[in-house]
């Protein structure tokens, strides 16, 4: 791959920097230039976010579970709640896109739409919504569940929930309110109007309390690679966070979800997607190769055997690092997509247990390349030129310093490639990723007037041809009358 400056590009190329509290890398926490207390502080984040907005970055990423996963006694977590930390971290950007994760399964949708149509409205629309169904079995045992509901079920839940958060957002038109202070009216009640929700899930009355939000809806996300997962992608995602290891996999995967969005009326540009990658930078390869094995070296096995049984959903920790993976079976009601990228990998490579923990340890199925800012670049530009992707989900391996590295030599190799934007020429999220901004199906207040002015002249109508007619027939009478006589 070349890496002198190319033609203006066809189309944009988009980056969204994905958050982990310490950074991506599972051992990152015990590395030399990590803090691990400041993760549980607003700065860190604060810091955090403001070195994506100087790299001109699409946007900002935040996952999210309602259980504490994994094995806490060998890592890190992330403890704060996502539009919570956003709506803090709105204040202190301007133009970064804010993108939080949110579950369908143990959520509901007029508090959730609510609470994102307050953080689109807080921050001047730069809010997005990472849709999951929740495949853990941890987090349903907070919900007073036995066990995780299956996969379609859950995919089932989560169409009802968008289609309804979407109704609520419409139900509160963007013209509704007037605020006339002459006539005393605030808003037009016209256009603001309950749903009457009544589903297999959820029912709901509405109106949304909150008028709608300023990108119509926020940018909606999906994460899921299972045959269900790309439907529901190809029928409500606008950008999809996805792992794949080869190119090949990802040009596979890209033109599969491209396909399915005519089905669905759509376009391919109406959706984005962004596959993961774990960059550590050197100013030489063999240098950014050491960064990576220092990293590798932190692992606790302990914590690397829960992991990998958690991502086969097949009990693990007991295993023979040094040996072949044992046997799993295929299949699961959890992360299929994953699932099946770990034994892809694992039988692809022939990995030992140790060699397939290592593998994992850097993004967890996504892919971790270490290199030169110019190598990374090269990925980068070889993917987005390829077929493969619209744009990638970074994901640094340590934070701040790895997000630090990324935007200061990465993003001016790319720009100098005429890749990527020197500037922000937008202040919407929906705008960063060329994305429309959705129409209200319901009648705008201009429509509504309109219907009002329509009324109203049919009515004259109807008096004037009442009046004629009734003139006429006045007139006929008297005729009638004259030539009796």
Sequence with gaps: MSSTPTSAAPRALHLNAFILSTGHHEAAWRHPDVEPARALTLQHYVDIARTAER?????????????????????????????????????????????????????????????????????????????????GQDE??????????????????????????????????????????????????????????????????????????????????QAGSSESGKEYAARFAEAVFTAQQTLEEAQEFYADLKARLAAHGRRPQDLLVLPGISPIIGRTEEEAKAKAAELNGLINPAYGLAQLSTMLDHELTEADLDGPLPPVAAGTEGNQSRKQLVLDLSAREGLT??????????????????????QVADQIQGWFEEG?????NIMPPTLPAGLDDF??????ELQ????????????????????????????????QRQHRQTDQDQTGRDHTD??????????QDLTTKENAA
């Design 55 to 135: 790299g001109l970055l699409d946007s900002v990423f935040f996952a999210d579970g309602v259980a504490l996963h994994g094995n806490v006694k060998h890592n890190t977590h992330s403890a704060f709640e996502p539009l919570t930390l956003l709506s803090a971290l709105a204040a202190s950007t301007t133009h970064v896109g804010l993108i939080a994760t949110a579950s369908t399964t143990y959520n509901h949708p007029y508090t959730l739409a609510r609470a994102f149509a307050s953080l689109d409205h807080l921050s001047g629309g730069r809010a997005g919504w990472n849709i999951v169904t929740s495949a």
């Design 416 to 447: 100098r490639r005429g890749l990527f934007r020197t500037e922000y020429t937008s202040s919407t999220l929906r705008e960063h990723y060329g994305l429309a901004r959705p129409a209200n199906p319901n009648l705008s207040r201009q429509h």
């Design 466 to 475: 009442r009046d004629h007619t009734e003139q006429g027939q006045t007139e």
């Design 140 to 221: 349903a045992g907070n919900f007073g569940l036995k066990s995780r509901p299956d996969h379609e079920a859950r995919y089932a839940r989560a169409t009802e929930f968008v289609q309804l958060a979407q109704a609520l957002w419409d139900s509160f038109d963007d013209e509704a309110v007037i605020a006339d202070k002459a006539s005393g009216i605030y808003a037009d009640t016209n256009l603001i109007a309950p749903i009457n929700h009544k589903g297999e899930h959820f029912e709901v009355r509405g109106p949304l309390n909150i008028r709608r939000p300023v990108q119509g809806y926020p940018l909606l996300v």
């Design 353 to 374: 247990v140790r060699q397939l923990i290592e593998r994992l340890a850097g993004g967890r199925g996504h892919r971790v390349f270490a290199g030169t800012a110019v």
């Design 407 to 412: 935007v200061e030599q990465v993003v001016p």
């Design 388 to 392: 493969a992707a619209d744009g990638f």
